[in-house]
């Protein structure tokens, strides 16, 4: 059974910084591209970032582009989102998303991490 | 990057209707298109992909058509577990992204 379970979630000041992680298991993790994707209260889905199987490219929503770091660690199947310089508008709940192979549709979800920037 | 709008954002409707969801591109996007239903306070679930391919394990009444530019996610008989809202995503582009939702809720 594929599973995503992400941590790291919490309160931060605006300005600040912090780490998601994403633990994945069930499928072969190194074989598939990767997607964070998040939701502020109430609102819809934003797409934030993605890397693909091997690490080597990531792209990022103009939103967070400069500021947010994925990468992965496929020794430990475990995806990340380092975030630095939060803003009010960054909290959300953040789902890691696992792609349909490489480029297609995003087949699962973690069941996602809250991120509040409050001061 | 690629504009998704659905229409319409809220739609009423009763156990047993038909019903119809669209979603426009703002350039073509072939059939690159996948639909997400989500359920108040959990995380969406892939209902169809390249535009009219039903995932594993959604029931039948679901169905997706539609190429380029305008896309439909049809229910054909709404159950009660169908009240939710819908999204369509783009993943035509390296920068996928979202309509803003379609909320089905009940008549």
């Known amino acids: 059974e594929v599973q995503l379970v992400e941590s790291g979630g919490g309160l931060v000041q605006p300005g600040g910084s912090l780490r998601l992680s994403c633990a994945a298991s069930g499928f072969t993790f190194s074989a598939y591209w990767m997607h964070w994707v998040r939701q502020a209260p109430g609102k819809g889905l934003n797409w934030v970032s993605r890397i693909n199987s091997g690490g080597s490219e990531a792209i990022y929503a103009d939103s967070v582009k400069g500021r947010f770091t994925i990468s992965r660690d496929n020794a430990k199947n475990t995806l990340y989102l380092q975030m630095n310089s939060l803003r009010a508008e960054d909290t959300a709940v953040y789902y890691c998303?696992?792609?349909?192979?490489?480029?297609?549709?995003?087949?699962?979800w973690g069941q996602g991490t809250l991120v509040i920037v409050s001061s | 990057d690629i504009q998704m709008t659905q229409s319409p954002s809220t739609l009423s409707a009763s156990v047993g209707d038909r019903v119809t969801i669209t979603c426009r591109a703002s350039q073509s996007i072939s059939s690159w298109l996948a639909w997400y239903q989500q359920k108040s306070g959990k995380a969406p679930k892939l209902l169809i992909y390249?535009?009219?391919s039903l995932e594993s394990g959604v029931p039948l009444r679901f169905s997706g058509s539609g190429s380029g530019t305008e896309f439909t996610l049809t229910i054909s008989s709404l159950q009660p577990d169908d009240f939710a809202v819908y999204y369509c995503q783009q993943y035509n582009s390296y920068i996928r992204t979202f309509g803003q939702g379609t909320k089905v809720e009940i008549k």
């Open positions: 390249k535009a009219s």
């Open positions: 998303v696992r792609d349909q192979g490489s480029g297609l549709s995003l087949n699962y």
